[in-house]
């Protein structure tokens, strides 16, 4: 409309939207998604422009508010895992990631967002490698060449068979040599038949010496049998290796939610989705203004000593998130861990009702993180260890008193309400040993 008042005058056009409804028509797809990898430590993305219409394209045909980009890691099977929100831009076409390592492989995602919050599907996957961070320089390195010399290995022979002559005094065999294994023995001209044992002591290498040849020079016959040089053969030392320790077995429980929902016993609010994911093809995404974002899981029985573990990715959030909590089998909370609205990961015993804050902390964006509780329920001497990406936090690894009721459900994410986050999970594992990242 033009506004005109009692005078005559027109002032400036006023556009009014009085249409109806609102908008839930998501936009399209990106396009043509391409990357290239300038340097070790920079991959540039490009893409074709998306379209979106509002509830009335006459009054507002375009109304991308601009586009979300995702990254991953590849498998060995050349699969999609680690998806991560590396970051959300207005219109623009373009984007450089400066976050890549060298000589690493990567696909790139890209989704559009529309004014009303409406999101499209991905886009088609690009993969990329970066370059390596160095490059060999080939230098002259003369290379040795072996000169073979004959050198002959003594194989000792010991033979020593006297020729017989007559009968006279006592026939001594003498070894003329440079002996390396050589036994000079003389035969006994009465009794039990000698032998005379000679155990070689074997070496890696035997220098030539003219092959040794025991040469008898009798003056006699001697009285008795003859006598027999017999060689030992030296044990060989046989190392048996030594068996690794495993595990305590497969896991009491766990779940990627490869099959949804299904594993857990209840739960609300988390979707299962394919974008976002730690492995395999799905994780649960919890993404809420209004909290209540949960599963649990009731064991089939109750345990005093026990390790839960799961992923998450905390793409947002300006409430505190709950991540892990153990629970009694009638559904009682015992312990749970936690990001404060200061990012700091912490510890709440909800049986002892204190709190142990640590100083670590984790940042929104920061993609994926594995996070372990050990608990040991034993009244006063109960206590508790976590770890974080593998590193223990000493500060959440306390003696806390939890009571004595013991483990009987597993609980990810949060039951209470009015909070605002954006947290993925994904990989639980539920066991009674440690289970590490």
């Known amino acids: 409309v033009s506004p005109r008042n009692a005078a005559g005058q027109v002032f400036d056009q006023q556009v009014f939207n009085f249409s109806a409804g609102s908008d839930t028509t998501p936009p399209s797809v990106p396009t043509d998604l391409s990357a290239t990898a300038v340097s070790m430590a920079q991959v540039n993305l490009a893409w074709l422009a998306a379209t979106d ?131 000079t023995s003389t035969p006994t001209q009465i009794g039990p038949t000698p032998t005379n044992t000679s155990t070689p002591t074997p070496t890696n290498t035997s220098t030539a010496m003219p092959t040794p040849t025991n040469t008898s020079t009798p003056t006699s016959t001697p009285i008795g049998p003859t006598p027999t040089n017999t060689l030992t053969p030296t044990p060989t030392n046989t190392s048996t290796p030594t068996p690794t320790p495993t595990s305590g077995g497969p896991p009491i429980f766990q779940d990627g939610f490869e099959s949804g929902m299904t594993a857990w016993t209840s739960s609300a609010g988390l979707v299962v989705q394919n974008v976002v994911v730690h492995s395999g093809a799905n994780a649960a995404q919890g993404n809420t203004t209004t909290g209540a974002t949960y599963a649990k899981k009731t064991l089939a029985t109750t345990y005093s000593d026990a390790y839960a573990r799961v992923y998450f990715n905390l793409i947002s959030y300006t409430s505190q998130v709950n991540l892990l909590r153990l629970r009694t089998a009638a559904d009682g909370s015992l312990v749970y861990l936690f990001i404060s609205t200061t990012g700091r990961l912490s510890l709440r015993n909800d049986v002892g009702l204190v709190t142990f804050t640590s100083t670590t902390s984790v940042t929104s964006g920061s993609g994926w993180h594995a996070l372990e509780l050990h608990c040991v329920i034993n009244g006063t001497s109960s206590s508790t260890e976590v770890w974080l990406d593998n590193v223990k936090i000493t500060d959440l690894s306390v003696t806390t008193d939890i009571g004595t009721t013991p483990i009987g459900r597993l609980q990810i994410g949060e039951v209470q309400t009015a909070r605002t986050y954006n947290v993925v999970f994904d990989d639980v594992v539920f066991n009674t040993v440690r289970i590490g990242p």
């Open 53 to 183: 219409n509002g509830p009335d394209p006459a009054l507002d045909p375009y109304r991308v508010a601009g586009y979300d980009i995702y990254r991953y890691d590849i498998n060995g099977n050349g699969g999609l895992i680690n998806g991560v929100l590396i970051n959300s831009v207005d219109t623009v076409l373009s984007y450089s990631d400066t976050t890549v390592s060298p000589n690493t492989t990567y696909a790139y995602r890209i989704a559009t967002r529309d004014t009303a919050a409406n999101i499209s599907a991905l886009s088609s996957a690009v993969n990329v490698t970066t370059p390596s961070g160095a490059t060999a320089t080939p230098t002259n390195t003369p290379t040795a060449t072996a000169i073979a010399t004959n050198t002959p290995t003594l194989t000792p022979t010991n033979t020593s068979t006297p020729t017989p002559t007559p009968i006279g005094p006592t026939a001594t065999n003498t070894s003329t040599q440079t002996p390396t294994n050589t036994s």
